[in-house]
C-alpha cells in the first residue's frame, strides 16, 4: 500500500476520532491534537515536495486501489504533479495557521476543529486525486463543513443566508459537472484523467462538456455573473472560515479550469475563448471598481479576492507556459496574502466587533505592530516589486500580452485599480484622527497574532524573492 495515501489517511483520522471522543472540558487537548495532525501533514508533504522529480511531467506517487468497486468508472486512484503539489503543500501551511489562530472560537470547539481537519483532508484528496468522480466527490463533500463553519460560527444574523448563498450557488454548478461525468462514463468508459487526456472527443462533444465543466468552475472562482455569493459568504464567516474560503476553496476552481477544462476540451475553450476574455475582464474591472465603493473591510478583501482570481483565470486561458506559470505563482501569493488580510481585519473586529470603515482612523498610533504588518500586505495586494503577488502578475501580464495586447491592456487596468483601493484602505484605516468617540481603548497584538503574521510575512517575501522552484512545479503538468 502507498504509505504518502495511508499516512495522510491516518494523520487525519486518528485525531477526527480523538477529538470526537475526548471530553468537552478538555479544549485545550482538543487544540493541540489538531495542530499536531495539521504539522504532520505539512511535514510529510514537504517530504514529497523535497523528493519531487521536477523532469517528469506525469504523475508521481501514484496509488490505486483495485476491486474496491467492481467498475472502472469508480477506480480509486491518486497521484500527485507539480501543480496539485502546489496547491496541496499550500494547504498544509495555511491550516496550521488558522488551527493555531483559532483561540477566538470559544463554543462547539470540538466541533469547530472537525470542521476543520475535514476540510484539509477533503482539499488534500481533491487536488490529490486523479479520477474525476472521486474529485466530484472531494469537491461537493467540502460544502458541508464550511456551510457550517459559515452557519453556526458566523459573527452576524445573516450568516445563515449567507451559508445557503455558499451551499446552493456551488451546488447549483456542480449539477453541470455532474451531468458532464455521467455523459463522461457512457462514452468514455472511465473516469480516469490519463485515460480522458488520450481520449479523443468530437468537436460537439468538446463544446458541450466545455460548457457543463466551465459553470462549476466559474461559479467556484467566482467569475461574473456567478459572484455575489462570495462577499457574503465572507462578511458573515468567521476570520478563519473567510481564510480558508480565499486561500485554499477558490482554488479548487482555478484547479479544476486547469486539470480538465483546458487539457480535455482543449476545443471548447478555443471556440469559446472570445467570452472567457469578455467576462473575466468585466469580472476584473467590476470587482475592483466595487472594492471601492465598499464600506466594510471584509467585503473589501472579498471583492479584490474576485478581481485576483480573475487574473489568473485570464492567465490560464492564454494558453501559453507564461500565462499559466504566472497563474499557479499568483494562486500560492494570493493564498498568503489574502489570508494575512482577513487576518488583520480579524484582529480589529475580536477588539472592537465591527468592520465599518467610519468607526476607524489614526490607527498608526495605537497600534504600531499592527500597521506595520498591514501596510506589508497592503503593498503585496497592490503587487509590490519584492512580493509575491509582484512575480504572479508580472509574468501573467507577459503571458496575456503575447496572446492579446488588448486584453493585457484591460488585466493591467484591474492592477491599476488595486493599488487604488489598497492605498485608499489603508488610508482610511490608519492614518488620520483618532475616533475616540466610537473605539476608546486600545490594544496592539498579540503574541499569538504577531506569530501568525510574522509567519505569513516570511512567506510572502520568500516567494517575492525565490520564485524558482514553484515555476519548475507548474512545468510538471500533464
Known sequence: MNSLFTLTCWSICVPLVLISILPRAYTHIARLIAYISS???????????????????????????????????????????????????????????????????????????????????LLILSFYTTNLLFFYIFFESILIPMFIIIGY??????????????????????????????????????????????????????????????????????????????PEAHVEAPTIGSVILASLLLKLGSFGFLRFTIPLFWYGVSYFSV?????????????????????????????????????????LFSLNQHGIDGSVYLMVGHGIVSSALFFCVGVLYDRYHTRLLKYYSGLVMTMPLFTTFFFIFTLANMSFPGTSNFIGEFVILTGIFNRNSFIMFCAATGIVLSAVYSIWLFNRICFGTLKTKYVAHYSDLTLTEGLVLTTLTILMLLLGINSQFIFDLSWCNI
Request: one cysteine or more.
Open 39 to 121: 504539522i504532520s501533514l505539512l511535514l510529510l508533504w514537504s517530504n514529497v515536495l523535497l523528493t519531487f522529480n521536477f523532469s517528469e511531467v506525469f504523475y508521481q506517487q501514484q496509488y490505486y486501489i483495485s476491486g474496491l468497486i467492481p467498475s472502472q468508472i469508480a477506480e480509486f486512484s491518486f497521484g500527485v504533479d507539480g501543480f496539485s503539489l502546489c496547491l496541496i503543500i499550500l494547504t498544509t501551511v495555511i491550516m496550521p495557521i488558522c488551527i493555531y489562530s483559532s483561540t477566538n472560537i470559544t463554543h462547539k470547539i470540538h466541533e469547530f476543529l472537525v470542521c476543520l481537519l475535514l476540510i484539509e483532508f
Open 153 to 230: 460560527w458566523g459573527s452576524r444574523d445573516r450568516k445563515i443566508k449567507a451559508a445557503y448563498y455558499f451551499f446552493f450557488y456551488t451546488l447549483f454548478g456542480s449539477l453541470f459537472m455532474l451531468f458532464g461525468i455521467l455523459y463522461l462514463s457512457t462514452l468514455v468508459g472511465s473516469l480516469n484523467y490519463e485515460i480522458l487526456f488520450n481520449h479523443e472527443f468530437s468537436q460537439q462533444t468538446h463544446i458541450f462538456l466545455f460548457i457543463l465543466f466551465f459553470i462549476p468552475f466559474a461559479i467556484k472562482i467566482p467569475m461574473f455573473p456567478f459572484h455575489i455569493w462570495l
Open 275 to 315: 467570452l472567457i476574455d469578455i467576462l473575466a475582464v468585466i469580472s476584473v474591472i467590476y470587482a475592483s471598481l466595487a472594492t471601492i465603493r465598499q464600506i466594510d473591510m471584509k467585503r473589501i478583501i472579498a471583492y479584490s479576492s474576485i478581481a485576483h482570481m480573475n487574473l489568473i483565470v485570464l492567465g
